[in-house]
């Protein structure tokens, strides 16, 4: 079964720091990209952030860049997303998607894990 | 940035109605065009990619159609499942845009 699975949201404070991981079952994971989409409480899809199956494009969000970092392991099938110097308004539902061609771009989401920044 | 303008952001409708969804692109993004569905508590569901191609398992009252900057959903006639938040996204430039959603409401 096509799967990914979010992990690592959870509750930290104004300021703090945590990282989400993803995890791909089911497909060749190093042919596709993959993208972080969060979900804040009540409110629309908001696309975060991109990288290439190598890794060698990555793209953000101006609302997260240069706090938030994508990576992958394609060798452990794995997406991460270190975000830092976190705020209020970075607290959202946190899902993962993959993007290969246009006939399968955003076909498969995660979950989603929970983030919630607050003091 | 491509700004993605979907109307309407709320409708109400009865099961079998015809209903129609729309999304205008600030400029031009081809067919690079996805339509989904999400429901409380749940990660979104793909509904139609490249603008007009219907995915696996979807129901055929299911349709899209546009091209360029203007894209429609249409749903045939309602079923009592269909009532939930659309989403149309643009994936043809960074960074990648959402439509603001339509809420589907039962009348």
Redesign the interface.
């Known amino acids: 079964e096509v799967q990914l699975v979010e992990s690592g949201g959870g509750l930290v404070k104004p300021g703090g720091s945590l990282r989400l991981s993803c995890a791909a079952s089911g497909f060749t994971f190093s042919s596709y990209s993959m993208?972080w989409?969060r979900q804040a409480p009540g409110k629309?899809?908001?696309?975060v952030s991109?990288i290439s199956s190598s890794s060698s494009y990555i793209?953000?969000?101006?609302s997260v860049k240069g706090r938030f970092t994508i990576s992958r392991d394609n060798a452990k099938n794995s997406l991460y997303l270190q975000m830092n110097s976190l705020r209020a308004e970075d607290t959202a539902v946190y899902?993962c998607a993959r993007?290969g061609t246009?006939?399968?771009?955003?076909?498969i989401?995660?979950?989603?894990t929970m983030v919630t920044v607050s003091s | 940035d491509i700004q993605m303008t979907q109307s309407p952001s709320a409708m109400s409708a009865s099961v079998g109605d015809r209903v129609t969804i729309t999304c205008r692109a600030s400029q031009g993004i081809s067919?690079?065009l996805?339509w989904?569905q999400?429901k409380p508590g749940k990660?979104?569901?793909?509904l139609i990619?490249?603008a007009s191609?219907l995915?696996s398992g979807v129901p055929s009252r299911f349709s899209g159609s546009g091209s360029g900057t203007e894209f429609t959903l249409t749903i045939s006639s309602l079923q009592p499942e269909d009532f939930a938040t659309y989403?149309c996204?643009q994936?043809n430039s960074?960074?990648?845009?959402?439509?603001?959603?339509t809420k589907l409401e039962i009348k």
């Open positions: 993208n989409v629309g899809l908001e696309w991109s793209y953000y969000a101006d899902y993007v246009i006939r399968n771009a955003f076909d989401w995660g979950q989603g | 067919n690079y996805a989904f999400q990660a979104p569901k793909r990619y490249a191609s995915q989403y996204l994936h960074y960074p990648y845009t959402f439509g603001q959603g």
